[in-house]
């Protein structure tokens, strides 16, 4: 009798890269409910609209590199890569940015690198910087907290030139908390001082601490699942926390507080989603407790001293860099050696 | 815990050393199956109409066949010595008669053939008969109680097939500290270890008592896995009948690859076998516990390995159990042993489902290698899926036991960089399939892993190959260049021959020269000869004359 081969190990693999892209997607659920409740419908529609676009610049490249589409597409990274932009983007910004983004990438970060694991890069923070370094003014439209346009309005705001020309979008915009620090710390003001405006919440920033509370649940949820290590998140949190203390300590009024860095802008979502990016991160243990403190470290130093107020992308980025160099430095010893 | 100062092997208690179990790195709880196969105690197989008994069971050199084409065998018959110092003999499994000496299909994973003794049996199963009998092993030298075991043809049943002498003799001169012997079945639905545990402890205590005697180590442990209650049961009561044995039975957690040499010996003591070095090295002997039995039959009943242990088990099988095979019978006899296959058989392994190897055909012959038949069905063990894009998620280097980056290492061999993959320790690889488990690319890794060994081995062949063409070539280069120099030499001296009339030339000048030198010489002495002879008297002239008379005649002949 004859019988078929193939090699071993022969029990039915346990892992599947699309039941891990689901896992996260659905882990990010939260955080993302917590954003269009507090920020309204247009998180909804860039998520959307990103999505979209993902898809089928994926599908388009893919058909160009004569690669199986739906195989790919099936596998959820670029639906990932486009909801992890979509969240780093304001309500009120124009249908193009979620999309001009995505574009970016799909094509250039992820595709153009040949796909799947092989971008050097995480594709959604590349997107959100070339948008960030593009489009300042597009990427500030963020609403009041829990004072946003309806679902009809907001369309309108998206879609029509006409309709943004017609509203006062300062009006309508608010600045986020870390903005906020970084003018006024600008004009000598204490944080003491800053702390007594509408935009500061409990310990976060006002509704981004509800936010990035969001985000930790989904995270933690991902932790458990084993769908992620904790190298990374403990790596990049505990850095921006002892960074950030060590200067509050030595200078309360114009450091701001551990607690207010570890929940307001993209701390959250960045050191479980998007750090956690395994292609471009380091993939040695302790090489993923470095790499996730120095994107700890560089959000710091980004926030307190650099141009922008948040620090998360180009952190990130950054350390894409230092990935291989880390992974070489790293490796563990190897049973039986010494 | 004074062991350091304890000298006595057996007088003392092992005690508290293995109390505290140790951790290797990585590994996976894999879901058993073992009960699949543990229902029903071990059958005897019986003796199938035709045994195919490969030459070469094991690691190292073939077999030296030694019957020949029409020869009668008897049961236990020497039918091929063994060459060499890691090699084993091979025993006819039954009586009968030797039909053909030729390549056979073998169990292997490249599906090849191989030098086998094919027998005809008789059905009468008849032992050759023992010339003389061992006498009680404790009188016996442990030089004698080697080769005993190595002419019993004793190779290591737990999978690998090591020549049982070879590893009995390593470290003579350093002191075996611990012997474990290995009863830690990690790998899904294998049991032919715990049902030897249970059915015949006795016997596996006694070949532990006899590798004991052999090696005299200081501490000695039976390791057998969490799950098997019922064989370690059977063993503390062995044990306990036994008396003072100085054996310790430690139950290990059920982890794969925990049966693996080196991770049992790093759950065991702590210690992690030096990479690319052996147990030994660290003072530490491993067994498998149907090894121990093996030895006890060869030592106490005189009778060498001709059967073993074997789990025919999968959905693939009607009637998955345990039995005892003659070693060359073909899997399909064990299978129909079990009921034959079920309808929806896909796939057959040799061993388990993780390290175990897919073989195309039921004909190849059970060896002394195998622990495992293993007939699966489609939905048991579904074809490999499609292989996606490595992610880096690192799933692999949290179970890899062996610490190393499977991705790296995949990487590397799937570009063929195998400087890279030898610098990432890539035969450090055990190969134990705990990466390609959790890929969630379904890549299959170990496959690339296996096929950048096989091509590094090549090269290095091609190497030594090379290595040799390499220094021919420059013993035939100095070889021509010596040639060469002669033959300059000679032409040189040659040409002063040719060109000899200059030489003459200067001969004859030398010659003249000479001449006149002898003549301006001979001219002073005549000189000298008249010097201060103006002024003399006519007796002094006459004087001299005289003298100058004897002088001619005193001058010798030939002055003239």
């Given amino acids: 009798m004859e019988f078929n081969t193939y090699s071993s190990p022969h029990l039915p693999v346990a892992g599947d890269v699309s039941a891990m892209m689901q896992k996260v997607l659905l882990a990010l659920v939260p955080g993302t409910a917590c954003a269009v409740w507090l920020f309204g419908w247009g998180i909804l529609i860039n998520i959307l609209l990103a999505s979209l676009a993902a898809i089928a610049a994926e599908a388009l490249v893919l058909k160009v590199r004569r690669r199986p589409v739906m195989m790919t597409l099936l596998d959820g990274s670029a639906l990932l890569t486009a909801v992890l932009?979509?969240?780093?983007?304001?309500?009120l910004t124009p249908w193009w940015i979620p999309v001009v983004g995505t574009l970016f990438a799909i094509v250039v970060a992820k595709q153009l690198y040949g796909g799947l694991g092989y971008n050097p890069f995480n594709p959604a923070m590349a997107g959100y910087v070339v948008l960030l370094i593009s489009f300042p003014l597009e990427l500030t439209l963020w609403s009041a907290p829990g004072d946003f346009p309806g679902l009809l309005d907001t369309l309108a705001l998206v879609f029509s030139e006409a309709a943004r020309s017609s509203v006062n979008l300062d009006a309508l915009s608010m600045a986020t908390p870390m903005d906020t620090i970084k003018t006024r710390l600008g004009l000598n003001e204490t944080i003491s001082e800053i702390h007594s405006t509408v935009l500061f919440g409990y310990f976060g920033g006002r509704a981004w601490e509800w936010i990035n509370l969001g985000f930790l649940l989904g995270g933690?949820?991902?932790?458990?699942?084993?769908?992620?290590?904790?190298?990374?998140?403990?790596?990049?949190?505990?850095?921006?926390?002892?960074?950030?203390l060590v200067f509050y300590l030595f200078n309360p009024d114009s450091y701001t507080s551990p607690a207010f860095h570890l929940f307001s802008g993209a701390a959250m979502l960045g050191a479980f989603f998007i750090a956690t990016d395994p292609v471009s991160a380091s993939t040695t243990p302790r090489g993923r407790l470095i790499y996730g403190a120095g994107i700890g470290i560089l959000t710091y130093l980004i926030r307190t001293w650099g141009g922008y107020p948040d620090?998360?992308?180009?952190?990130?980025?950054?350390?894409?860099?230092?990935?291989?160099t880390i992974d070489h430095y790293t490796r563990p010893r190897v049973f039986g050696q010494s | 815990m004074n062991h350091a100062t304890d000298t006595d092997p057996h007088d003392r208690d092992v005690g508290d050393r293995f109390e505290r179990l140790h951790r290797f790195h990585g590994g996976l709880v894999l879901p058993g199956q073992h009960e699949m196969s543990t229902s029903l105690p071990i059958k005897d197989a019986g003796v199938p109409p035709v045994l195919v008994v490969p030459l070469l069971q094991h690691i190292g050199e073939t077999a030296e066949c030694l019957v020949k084409e029409g020869d009668h065998v008897h049961k236990g018959q020497i039918i091929a010595a063994p060459s060499g110092s890691v090699s084993a003999p091979v025993h006819a499994p039954s009586s009968g008669t030797v039909v053909a000496v030729a390549e056979r299909p073998f169990p292997h994973p490249s599906g090849f053939s191989f030098p086998s003794v094919v027998i005809e049996t008789d059905g009468r199963d008849e032992w050759s008969e023992h010339t003389y009998t061992l006498p009680d092993y404790r009188q016996l030298s442990r030089v004698r109680l080697l080769d005993h075991i190595r002419a019993a043809g004793i190779v290591g049943l737990g999978g690998a097939g090591f020549p049982t002498q070879v590893k009995l003799s390593k470290g003579p001169s350093n002191r075996v500290d611990l012997l474990v012997i290995n009863g830690v079945e990690c790998e899904p639905y294998i049991s032919c270890d715990n049902m030897l545990l249970q059915e015949r402890a006795r016997e596996v205590l006694e070949g532990v008592g006899i590798l004991q005697h052999i090696l005299q180590p200081r501490d000695c442990v039976i390791a057998i896995e969490a799950d098997m209650r019922e064989a370690e049961a059977a063993m503390r009561q062995a044990v306990s009948t036994a008396g003072d044995t100085g054996i310790k039975i430690?139950?290990?957690?059920?982890?794969?690859?925990?049966g693996g040499e080196r991770q049992l010996i790093k759950v065991l003591t702590g210690s992690e076998v030096p990479s690319q070095g052996f147990p030994s090295d660290i003072g530490i002997i491993c067994q498998n516990v149907g090894t121990a039995a093996a030895v006890y039959r060869a030592v106490v009943n005189n009778r060498p390995l001709v059967s073993r242990i074997v789990?025919?088990?999968?959905?693939?099988?009607k009637q998955p159990r345990n039995l005892e095979v003659l070693i060359g019978t073909p899997f399909r006899y064990a299978i129909e042993a079990c009921g034959g296959y079920s309808d929806d058989v896909d796939r057959l392994l040799m061993g388990g489902p993780m390290m175990g190897f897919a073989v195309n055909t039921d004909e190849i012959p059970v060896i002394k290698a195998t622990n495992c038949?293993?007939?699966?069905?489609?939905?048991?063990?579904?074809?490999p899926a499609t292989a996606l894009p490595c992610i880096r998620c690192s799933k692999c280097t949290e179970v890899c036991p062996a610490d190393l980056l499977p991705q790296q290492l995949y990487w590397y061999a799937r570009s063929g960089n195998l400087d890279a993959a030898q610098d990432y320790s890539l035969f450090d690889c055990i190969e134990c399939g705990c990466c390609a488990y959790v890929c969630p690319s379904h890549i299959p890794l170990v496959q690339y892993y296996r096929h950048a060994k096989t091509e590094i081995w090549d090269a290095e062949k091609q190497k030594k190959a090379s290595d040799i063409a390499r220094d021919r070539h420059q013993s035939r280069q100095m070889r021509l260049e010596q040639i060469k120099r002669e033959r300059a030499e000679r032409l040189a001296r040659k040409k002063r021959e040719v060109s000899g009339a200059g030489d003459a030339r200067d001969a004859k000048k030398a010659a003249i020269q000479a001449a006149l030198e002898r003549v301006r010489k001979k001219k002073e002495r005549e000189g000298l000869v008249q010097k201060n002879v103006n002024n003399l008297t006519p007796?002094?002239?006459?004087?001299?004359?005289?003298?100058?008379?004897r002088r001619q005649h005193k001058r010798p002949p030939g002055e003239h």
């Avoid at chain 2, 430690?250 to 925990?258: A, F, G, L, Q």
């Avoid at chain 2, 789990?311 to 099988?317: E, Y």
Wanted: aromatic content about 6%.
């Fill in chain 1, 311 to 324: 620090g998360v992308a180009f952190a990130v980025l950054l350390m894409n860099m230092a990935a291989p």
């Fill in chain 1, 220 to 244: 933690l949820w991902l932790l458990q699942a084993r769908m992620i290590q904790w190298q990374i998140p403990v790596g990049m949190l505990g850095a921006l926390f002892v960074m950030s």
């Fill in chain 2, 539 to 549: 007796e002094q002239a006459e004087k001299i004359r005289e003298v100058d008379t």
């Fill in chain 2, 311 to 317: 789990t025919v088990t999968g959905a693939g099988v």
């Fill in chain 2, 250 to 258: 430690v139950s290990v957690p059920e982890r794969y690859p925990s």
């Fill in chain 2, 373 to 383: 038949i293993l007939a699966v069905t489609r939905k048991e063990m579904p074809p």
């Fill in chain 1, 85 to 91: 932009l979509a969240l780093a983007l304001p309500p």
